[in-house]
Protein backbone atom coordinates (compact mmCIF):
# COMPACT_ATOMS: atom_id res chain seq x y z
CA UNK A 1 0.00 0.00 0.00
CA UNK A 2 0.75 3.30 -0.96
CA UNK A 3 1.35 6.20 2.15
CA UNK A 4 -1.33 9.14 0.90
CA UNK A 5 -0.73 11.27 4.07
CA UNK A 6 2.87 11.17 3.30
CA UNK A 7 2.29 12.14 -0.14
CA UNK A 8 -0.40 14.16 0.72
CA UNK A 9 -3.06 12.86 -1.24
CA UNK A 10 -4.98 11.87 1.37
CA UNK A 11 -8.97 11.44 0.48
CA UNK A 12 -11.41 13.80 2.18
CA UNK A 13 -13.17 12.18 4.57
CA UNK A 14 -16.40 10.16 3.33
CA UNK A 15 -18.03 10.11 6.53
CA UNK A 16 -19.66 13.13 9.27
CA UNK A 17 -21.18 12.47 12.81
CA UNK A 18 -24.55 11.10 11.17
CA UNK A 19 -24.02 9.42 7.86
CA UNK A 20 -21.88 6.42 6.77
CA UNK A 21 -19.03 5.73 5.22
CA UNK A 22 -19.35 4.80 1.32
CA UNK A 23 -16.40 3.19 0.98
CA UNK A 24 -15.69 1.21 4.42
CA UNK A 25 -15.88 -2.56 4.13
CA UNK A 26 -15.88 -5.01 6.77
CA UNK A 27 -12.79 -6.95 6.56
CA UNK A 28 -12.29 -10.58 7.95
CA UNK A 29 -10.81 -14.29 6.45
CA UNK A 30 -13.25 -15.04 3.95
CA UNK A 31 -14.92 -11.50 2.72
CA UNK A 32 -14.72 -8.19 2.00
CA UNK A 33 -16.95 -6.86 0.57
CA UNK A 34 -19.48 -6.22 3.28
CA UNK A 35 -20.36 -2.41 3.83
CA UNK A 36 -22.38 -0.34 6.45
CA UNK A 37 -25.38 -1.54 5.21
CA UNK A 38 -24.54 -5.48 6.06
CA UNK A 39 -22.80 -3.96 9.50
CA UNK A 40 -26.21 -2.25 10.58
CA UNK A 41 -28.55 -5.75 9.74
CA UNK A 42 -26.50 -6.10 13.31
CA UNK A 43 -25.44 -3.86 14.91
CA UNK A 44 -25.09 -5.05 18.34
CA UNK A 45 -22.84 -7.65 16.90
CA UNK A 46 -20.47 -5.55 14.17
CA UNK A 47 -20.65 -2.18 15.72
CA UNK A 48 -17.11 -2.13 17.52
CA UNK A 49 -13.41 -1.24 16.10
CA UNK A 50 -13.19 0.82 12.77
CA UNK A 51 -16.96 0.04 11.80
CA UNK A 52 -18.03 1.70 15.05
CA UNK A 53 -16.57 4.66 13.26
CA UNK A 54 -17.36 4.45 9.53
CA UNK A 55 -21.09 3.23 10.07
CA UNK A 56 -22.39 5.68 12.54
CA UNK A 57 -25.70 5.43 10.83
CA UNK A 58 -25.52 2.05 11.01
CA UNK A 59 -24.70 1.83 14.34
CA UNK A 60 -27.30 4.20 16.04
CA UNK A 61 -25.01 6.26 17.65
CA UNK A 62 -25.32 9.29 15.86
CA UNK A 63 -29.29 8.95 15.94
CA UNK A 64 -28.99 8.76 20.16
CA UNK A 65 -29.91 5.75 22.10
CA UNK A 66 -32.52 2.95 19.99
CA UNK A 67 -35.69 2.59 20.75
CA UNK A 68 -36.25 -0.81 19.74
CA UNK A 69 -33.48 -2.38 21.49
CA UNK A 70 -34.28 -4.52 24.60
CA UNK A 71 -31.59 -6.47 26.51
CA UNK A 72 -32.52 -9.98 26.59
CA UNK A 73 -35.80 -9.19 24.45
CA UNK A 74 -37.09 -7.78 27.90
CA UNK A 75 -39.12 -4.78 27.59
CA UNK A 76 -38.09 -3.19 30.62
CA UNK A 77 -34.61 -3.75 29.92
CA UNK A 78 -34.47 -0.66 27.20
CA UNK A 79 -31.97 2.53 27.75
CA UNK A 80 -33.87 4.07 29.91
CA UNK A 81 -32.90 0.68 32.29
CA UNK A 82 -29.88 1.46 31.48
CA UNK A 83 -29.57 5.36 32.34
CA UNK A 84 -30.64 3.35 35.76
CA UNK A 85 -27.25 2.46 36.36
CA UNK A 86 -25.17 2.99 33.40
CA UNK A 87 -21.57 3.11 35.15
CA UNK A 88 -22.37 -0.64 35.30
CA UNK A 89 -24.62 -1.18 32.75
CA UNK A 90 -22.51 0.39 29.85
CA UNK A 91 -19.71 -1.78 30.21
CA UNK A 92 -21.45 -4.09 27.71
CA UNK A 93 -20.25 -3.13 24.40
CA UNK A 94 -23.44 -4.44 23.05
CA UNK A 95 -25.08 -2.44 25.32
CA UNK A 96 -23.25 0.79 24.43
CA UNK A 97 -23.49 0.68 20.82
CA UNK A 98 -27.51 0.61 21.23
CA UNK A 99 -27.53 3.08 23.97
CA UNK A 100 -25.08 5.55 22.71
CA UNK A 101 -26.65 8.34 24.18
CA UNK A 102 -26.97 6.93 27.57
CA UNK A 103 -23.13 5.62 28.10
CA UNK A 104 -21.84 8.86 26.27
CA UNK A 105 -20.37 6.96 24.08
Not at 34 to 46: E, I
Request: aromatic share 8%; net charge neutral.
Amino acid sequence: RYCPATCGTCPESTTDECNDSTSYQWKNRKRTDRGCDWVGKRPSARCEGDALTECPASCTCCNGDSTTWFQKKNPSRDCEWVSEDPVNRCKSQKIKTQCCATCDY
